[in-house]
């Protein structure tokens, strides 16, 4: 029997960008929200142009186009990378792919491409209905445009969380992020929309004509955010599956040392706004040390080979970059503390002008070490490798729980003084600076002190795994004394 | 060269010992049975040396190339058939091997003829267009062999390929993996059916626990030449089966160990096959009309257990490894 061979993909494209166009275009979900994005738009728009008397139909309309989309392209589409990865460990599927000359990176890559061209697929789509509607009148083209690109690429960077954290089993980080998840990215990017520049424009319209260089300027930070994230989370996922042998956690912690690093020269020039230089060292830093917190890669030669290699320099420079969960927890403390050096070093050079006073300081302090508490808990609780990133969350939304309460409590009460009970957490010193009556000056002091016991515990522990490890560093070393 | 070559390789999940100190070597082009309990380490080892796992001490070796050290290129040599595996939905079976074949670099015209070849090779044709979720177990099992296959690897590692197939699924698996190895392939195959691996591999490697208990050739675990106390022999008669019991309890060296239906079963304590014949002519002078005696032939669970047992008792069941010479690729 002759075989009908397939024609419908080029050679060109990438294996993984073909598989996954073969499957999701032919997945319910995918068809589902297609035709009834459709057919919705076509019934709305008939309706509009039935009732095209009123003078604001044609904003209506635009109103409606976009709730529509955003739905599809914001909720549905993201979600549907929840399972991008663990699918395909859950089938030890993935085990068959990484022994083909695709590439965790490309796995993962094509996976996240695969979706967002689905979501570009509807995107054109709606085009048409855009196009129509500007006849209804009172169309800002620039704005709408600029939001409809907004919106795609914000869902660019949501799906490559998804399909990023995908790659973790762990049943509690699927579950965490859409519960959790995306009301913080929710807030996350309405916190982006509301610094100072984006707060001088006038409306929403404003924001998205790009007609101020505050607006632009915030579309640009916005737009280099989101890229950012997004590709921290598709590195997240690569290094999730990656064979051990290989090093993903170098690049990215390299990218944010770096962005650090550069940072600290333009904010001390005085030629960015200082709230933007803040937004912009939390954007690099948070999602980094999350990340390298919970990385869970053991130490094998190949990847310690090209450390080794150069000497003592190398040796230690490598155990800040390894991919393993010792390194990570030192290269999150160094690029934690170049960002506290970044807010207080600035804080001291522009103290006059700045509105930050020492409550803010406590504030940092608190949420730096909030950072690093799920962390030393997860040190000597929840050891299991493969779960660690689940774990990690778990503790880091119970923090926040237990902030909330906190907050609650203290403001319920006229006495705070219970509140020192929880001062192992460094976020309950953020319910703390709601009591009115706290001294700042101790709040500093304490805050402080929580954070630096914190990070040596977490410096111990990651000094006793590295001692562990000395092994392996050993057995490059005499590897690296023979002859070839 | 040995097609693999595994020295002192441990591997420890925090307190587990997966695998503890297994050195083996397999020739280029021999087929190498995996024999071992569930959890004694089988999988563990082949997904060290098809690049998927790591050890925490010692070497792996694919036609010489370090697992840990060239990973890439053990992976151009290697074709890995998991134990299980899930197949994609909304992918038709010749999208999946499309999908492999682009993965493994195959472009244009040189795709579809590789796809061709390892289609028709595994049956697949008729089912071109079916889902691959939709395949049974038979089917699914012939999908992977064919990805396997792709890249006409020169070593195949199968972490049991039979597990769940019918006798008819499982006689064309055979028929297959026979195929490979008449074409120089060599072989790394994991299995509990004893039986069929005896027919199928050159030699065989038990596992348990962590460590090789027996490197050998499936014919001399069969033969139980291994086994301590004796050779086993069947002895029928014409006549009252008793008479057999009989006879053996007023002879020397010969111990009666059960009846049956026409004689019984007897174990003589010595591996000298004259001695063997000397207690036949002996049954015959004293007017035993034998019709059948034959050496028994232990069949390879016995053989396990038997190694399995001795280890138990406190000997080293490790035997040398009587390695078969390659009769392709050397």
């Not at chain 2, 390892?118 to 099992?141: C, H």
Request: with cysteine.
């Amino acid at each position: 029997m002759p075989i009908t061979h397939l024609t419908d993909f080029s050679d060109k494209l990438s294996p993984m960008l073909v598989k996954e166009l073969r499957q999701g275009l032919r997945a319910k979900t995918f068809i589902a929200v297609f035709l009834s994005l459709q057919v919705f738009l076509a019934v709305m728009l008939f309706s509009a142009g039935a009732a095209s008397t009123s003078d604001h139909v044609g904003s209506v309309v635009s109103g409606i186009i976009f709730t529509f989309f955003a739905i599809a392209v914001l909720l549905i589409q993201p979600l549907r990378g929840i399972g991008a990865l663990s699918s395909e460990v859950k089938g030890n599927t993935i085990d068959m792919m990484v022994l083909t000359r695709l590439s965790a990176w490309r796995i993962v890559f094509g996976k996240w491409v695969a979706i967002v061209s689905q979501s570009a697929l509807l995107l054109s789509t709606i085009i048409p209905y855009l196009i129509l509607r500007y006849f209804f009148g009172g169309m800002n083209l620039v704005a709408e445009l600029t939001l409809l690109i907004s919106m795609f690429l914000t869902s660019m960077a949501l799906t490559a969380i998804t399909v990023g954290l995908s790659g973790c089993s762990s049943i509690i980080v699927r579950a965490l992020l859409p519960i959790f998840g995306l009301p913080v990215l929710m807030w996350t990017v309405a916190a982006m929309f509301l610094f100072r520049g984006f707060r001088s424009s006038s409306g929403f319209t404003d924001i998205f004509a790009l007609d101020s260089t505050n607006s632009r300027i915030g579309m640009a930070v916005y737009v280099g955010a989101i890229t950012y994230l997004g590709g921290s989370m598709l590195s997240l996922g690569t290094s999730l599956i990656a064979p051990a042998a290989e090093n993903h956690a170098l690049v990215r912690r390299l990218v944010a040392l770096a962005a650090m690093l550069i940072l600290l020269p333009l904010g001390y020039s005085g030629k960015i706004d200082y709230e933007l230089f803040y937004l912009l060292t939390i954007i690099i830093a948070v999602p980094a040390i999350l990340i390298a917190l919970t990385e869970s890669a053991p130490l094998v030669a190949t990847v310690c080979k090209p450390f080794v290699k150069r000497g003592i320099l190398g040796k230690s420079i490598g155990w800040f970059l390894y991919p393993t969960w010792a390194s990570g927890i030192l290269c999150s403390i160094l690029i934690g503390l170049i960002g506290l050096a970044i807010f207080f070093s600035l804080e001291m050079l522009n103290g006059s002008v700045s509105p930050w006073d020492r409550g803010e300081f406590i504030v940092i302090l608190a949420i730096f070490g909030g950072l690093f508490f799920p962390a030393a808990w997860q040190a000597f609780l929840f050891r299991g490798e493969g779960q660690r990133i689940g774990h990690y969350l778990l503790l880091l939304v119970g923090s926040f729980v237990m902030l909330g309460i906190l907050t609650a409590l203290s403001e319920s009460m006229d006495n705070g003084l219970f509140l020192w009970f929880f001062a192992w957490n460094p976020l309950a010193f953020l319910a703390m600076l709601s009591d009115h009556k706290a001294d700042k000056e101790v709040l500093f002091g304490a805050v402080a002190i929580v954070d630096a016991l914190l990070l040596i515990l977490l410096i111990t522990r990651a000094l006793i795994d590295i001692r562990k490890s000395a092994s392996v560093i050993r057995e490059v070393e005499i590897s690296l004394k023979k002859p070839e | 060269m040995s097609a693999l070559k595994v020295n002192n390789l441990h591997r420890y999940f925090g307190a587990l010992q997966a695998v503890n100190g297994v050195t083996f070597e397999i020739p280029n082009g021999s087929v190498c049975g995996f024999v071992g309990a569930n959890g004694a380490g089988k999988t563990t080892t082949m997904r060290i040396l098809a690049t998927l796992d790591y050890p925490t001490l010692g070497s792996a070796e694919v036609c010489g190339i370090n697992v840990v050290h060239q990973p890439s290129e053990v992976r151009r040599l290697i074709g890995w058939m998991p134990d299980h595996f899930g197949n994609y939905e909304h992918m038709t079976v010749l999208e999946y091997l499309d999908f492999y074949a682009r993965a493994l670099g195959y472009k244009g015209k040189d795709r579809r003829k590789r796809i061709d070849e390892v289609m028709d090779f595994t049956d697949l044709i008729p089912l071109a267009d079916r889902f691959s979720n939709k395949l049974s177990k038979g089917m699914t099992q012939r999908l992977g062999l064919g990805r396997a296959l792709l890249q006409d690897p020169q070593v195949l590692v199968m972490d049991e390929p039979a597990a769940g197939l019918d006798p008819k699924a499982r006689v064309e698996l055979k028929h297959l993996i026979r195929v490979l190895a008449q074409e120089g392939k060599t072989i790394f195959i994991s299995s509990h059916i004893l039986s069929e691996l005896g027919e199928m591999c050159d030699s065989l490697l038990f596992i348990n626990n962590g460590r090789i208990v027996h490197h050998g050739d499936a014919e001399t675990l069969k033969r139980g030449s291994d086994s301590v106390g004796g050779v086993l022999y069947d002895v029928q008669v014409d006549g009252d089966p008793q008479l057999v019991s009989d006879w053996s309890v007023l002879q020397p060296n010969v111990e009666f160990l059960e009846s049956r239906k026409l004689g019984g079963r007897i174990r003589i304590d010595t591996q000298d096959p004259t001695k063997a014949a000397d207690v036949l002519a002996r049954m015959i002078k004293d007017g035993l009309r034998v019709t059948e005696f034959h050496r028994e032939q232990r069949n390879l669970e016995d053989a396990f257990i038997d190694i399995l047992g001795r280890l138990d008792a406190g000997e080293n069941a490790l035997t040398p490894p009587p390695l078969p010479q390659s009769s392709n690729n050397e």
